[in-house]
Structure formats: C-alpha cells, structure tokens
C-alpha cells in the first residue's frame, strides 16, 4: 500500500466512509506527507509526518497548542490527531497562501492576527529556543558531526546576543509564523501549523515572516509597532532572525546526514549552508545597526 492508499483508507475509516479521494500532495515543509482528500463533498488534509519528524515536534505539546488557540478562531479545525504518530485529520482550508502574494500588502492582517495570539493570555509551554538549538546540535552530534569554526563563531555571537535582550516577557508565539502557513480567505488570515508554539519572545514571529525575505520581515515589524523601529527593537528582530537560520541549519544537516537528501531528492546540504549565510549577514548586521 503506498501513502496515497493509506491515506485514503485511514479517511475512510475516520469519516466512517468509502469515498474518500486524493485531490493532491501540498508543497512546503521540509518532510511532512500532506494531502487535500475529498470525502462526502468535503474537503480536508491529512497530514504523515515524515521520517524523524518526532525529533524536531512533541506531540503532545501540539494538541495541547491546537487546542488552546481553538479559542481564538485563528486555526483550521483538527477532526482528529493520533499522539503516536502525529498523523493529523483537518479542515481544507480554501485560500491563496501568503507566500504567493507580494506579503507586505497583508501586514495589517497579520499585525492583528499577531496582537490576537499575543495578547491573548494562553499559556503555553514554554519555547525553550536555546535548549531546543542545543538538542538539533546534539542530533547532528549522534552521527559524528562536527561543526565548523563559522558556526561556532556565530553560536557564539548568539549567546552574547541573547544576554541583551533577555528582559522580554514572554507572550503566546506560533514561533514558526512564516507565509507559507498563513492563508487568506476573503477578509480572513488562517494561522496554521501550531507544532512549535510556545511562549516566546513577539518579535520571534515577527522575525519568521524573514523566511520570505528578510525585509518582509523588517516591514511587518515597523506595522507591529506602528512606527519606525528603534535601535533596540531591530536588533531584536536581528537577534531572533540569526538564531532562527542557525536552527534550521542544524535541522538540514540532521536531515542530510539520516539520508534525507537521497530520499527526498532535496540537497539539505546546500540549504544548511543557505541558513549559515543569512545568519551571518543579519549577525554582522546587528554589530553595525
């Protein structure tokens, strides 16, 4: 059976049905198996984490996140979640993906999106950014990884970073809030994808938006706080931006070094040394601002 058959049958006996149907596989994310399945002329994804995925996601942390921002009508609707796996059936959400407009036009939108999850009170677990850097350092470790001078040069420019701005109160952060998960419906912004939420830093989301470009980010900043960003604030940005390039260099080298690369067809060593170059612009950035 291969994943689209296994797909369907797991909808089937989900929606206690036998007409469940594969519209098509989703692009983004670096691994995941996302498909939109028909099912009683209804639309939903099914989503199979793919191979290591509970390394970088806890689970359980997730439907407690899913369940939590419920409430505050950002999210599609989880029909069903199974811990073990992290299989996961939802609501189809119609739309056009953030990441395929110009972005910046949307900055209101995202702005008050932001401010809801923000300002909203929950009480997540705790991000915990540095310990979760160290765990991806480790798994690049395990398979006898040694990091370069450059990154510990920049590990080390983070830590000095992170001294600065640790004052921060910590608010509720969807901490992976890059256009790729955002979709527009109409006068609606969907935030999906609740794996990494946690409490963190606000401007840690505001610095995922530089996924698409570091400048969205930078312009979604000045629409946060309503006027040109001070000194310490783009510093801030800087800081969260350098550290999240840093992270994902880490995930793509455990990537390329399990075989992912060969599996997937997707050179992950080349995107690791993509990320340590962003962070190090932003890095030497930050010195200068």
């Known amino acids: 059976m291969n994943i689209e058959e296994y797909i369907v049958a797991r909808v089937n006996a989900l929606l206690h049905s036998d007409d469940?149907?594969?519209?098509?596989?989703?692009?983004?994310?670096?691994?995941?198996?996302?498909?939109?399945?028909?099912?009683?002329?209804?639309?939903?994804?099914?989503?199979?984490?793919?191979?290591?995925?509970?390394?970088f996601v806890n689970r359980d942390d997730e439907w407690n996140n899913i369940q939590q921002i419920a409430s505050l009508g950002l999210n599609n609707k989880t029909t069903y979640m199974e811990?073990?796996?992290?299989?996961?059936?939802?609501?189809?959400?119609?739309?056009?993906?953030?990441?395929?407009?110009?972005?910046?036009s949307y900055n209101q939108m995202s702005v008050s999106a932001l401010k809801k999850l923000h300002n909203s009170g929950l009480k997540l677990k705790d991000y915990d950014a540095f310990g979760r850097l160290a765990d991806y350092e480790r798994y690049?470790?395990?398979?006898?990884?040694?990091?370069?001078?450059?990154?510990?040069?920049?590990?080390?420019?983070?830590?000095?970073?992170?001294?600065?701005?640790?004052?921060?109160?910590?608010?509720?952060?969807h901490c992976d809030?890059?256009?790729?998960n955002l979709v527009i419906d109409g006068n609606r912004l969907y935030v999906l994808d609740w794996e990494f939420a946690g409490m963190n830093d606000p401007f840690y989301d505001i610095a995922c938006y530089g996924n698409a470009g570091f400048d969205k980010a930078l312009s979604l900043l000045e629409a946060y706080v309503g006027r040109p960003p001070l000194r310490d604030e783009l510093q801030r940005?800087?800081?969260?931006?350098?550290?999240?390039?840093?992270?994902?260099?880490?995930?793509?080298?455990?990537?390329?070094?399990?075989?992912?690369?060969?599996?997937?067809?997707?050179?992950?060593?080349?995107?690791?040394?993509?990320?340590?170059?962003?962070?190090?612009?932003?890095?030497?950035?930050?010195?200068?601002?």
């Open 20 to 55: 469940a149907r594969i519209v098509k596989r989703l692009e983004g994310g670096m691994s995941n198996y996302t498909y939109v399945v028909e099912c009683r002329s209804k639309m939903h994804t099914y989503r199979v984490p793919g191979k290591f995925a509970e390394r």
């Open 83 to 104: 811990l073990a796996t992290g299989e996961k059936l939802a609501d189809y959400v119609e739309g056009t993906i953030m990441s395929d407009t110009d972005v910046a």
């Open 140 to 173: 690049c470790r395990e398979k006898e990884f040694k990091h370069p001078a450059e990154y510990l040069a920049l590990r080390a420019a983070l830590d000095r970073m992170r001294e600065t701005h640790r004052q921060v109160t910590p608010v509720p952060c």
């Open 177 to 180: 809030y890059q256009p790729t």
């Open 237 to 289: 940005l800087y800081f969260h931006r350098a550290f999240q390039c840093l992270q994902w260099y880490n995930v793509a080298i455990f990537k390329d070094l399990a075989g992912l690369s060969r599996d997937l067809n997707m050179d992950f060593n080349q995107i690791a040394l993509m990320f340590m170059g962003m962070a190090k612009e932003l890095v030497d950035t930050y010195d200068k601002l």
